[in-house]
C-alpha cells in the first residue's frame, strides 16, 4: 500500500498555474509535518514548501508569493497551489510526510511517487 497518493501534474504553458495534491493513503495514528520536494532533470531532489500539523509554512525563496501550500481532510491531504509558472519550475514534484505508525513517540518519513510538472515556454 502506498502511504502517500499524489495527483496534478500535467503539461502547463508558461504563467499558467497547476495544483498539486498529496493524500496520506491508510492508517495512521498521526501526521505530522507535510511537504513538497521537486527534482528537475539532472538534479539534485530539492525543498519547494512545508506545512506543519499547526499550518506554519515554509517556502523556497524562488516560490515565494507564486506557490501555496495548504492542508485539509483533518489534515491528511497536503496541496501546493502553483501559479505563474516557468519553465524552469518543470520537475518531477514529490509530496513527503512524517507519519506516526504505532508508537506515539516516533514519527517516520514517507515519500510519494512523484508527480510530473512540465511547463511550457
Known amino acids: 500500500q502506498v502511504p502517500l497518493v499524489e495527483s496534478g501534474g500535467g503539461l502547463v504553458q508558461a504563467g499558467g498555474s497547476l495544483r498539486l495534491s498529496c493524500a496520506v493513503n491508510g492508517y495512521y495514528r498521526d501526521v505530522g509535518a507535510m511537504g513538497w520536494f521537486r527534482q528537475p532533470p539532472g538534479k539534485k531532489r530539492e525543498l519547494v514548501a512545508v506545512?506543519?500539523?499547526?499550518?506554519?509554512?515554509t517556502y523556497t525563496d524562488s516560490v515565494k508569493d507564486r506557490f501555496t501550500i495548504s492542508r485539509a481532510s483533518a489534515k491528511r491531504t497536503v496541496y501546493l497551489q502553483m501559479t505563474g509558472l516557468k519553465p524552469e519550475t518543470s520537475a518531477v514534484y514529490y509530496c513527503?510526510?512524517?507519519?506516526?505508525?504505532?508508537?506515539?513517540?516516533?514519527?517516520?518519513?514517507?515519500w510519494g511517487q512523484g508527480t510530473q510538472v512540465t511547463v511550457s515556454s
Open positions: 513527503t510526510a512524517v507519519l506516526q505508525i504505532d508508537d506515539p513517540n516516533r514519527y517516520f518519513p514517507y
Open positions: 506545512i506543519t500539523s499547526t499550518g506554519t509554512t
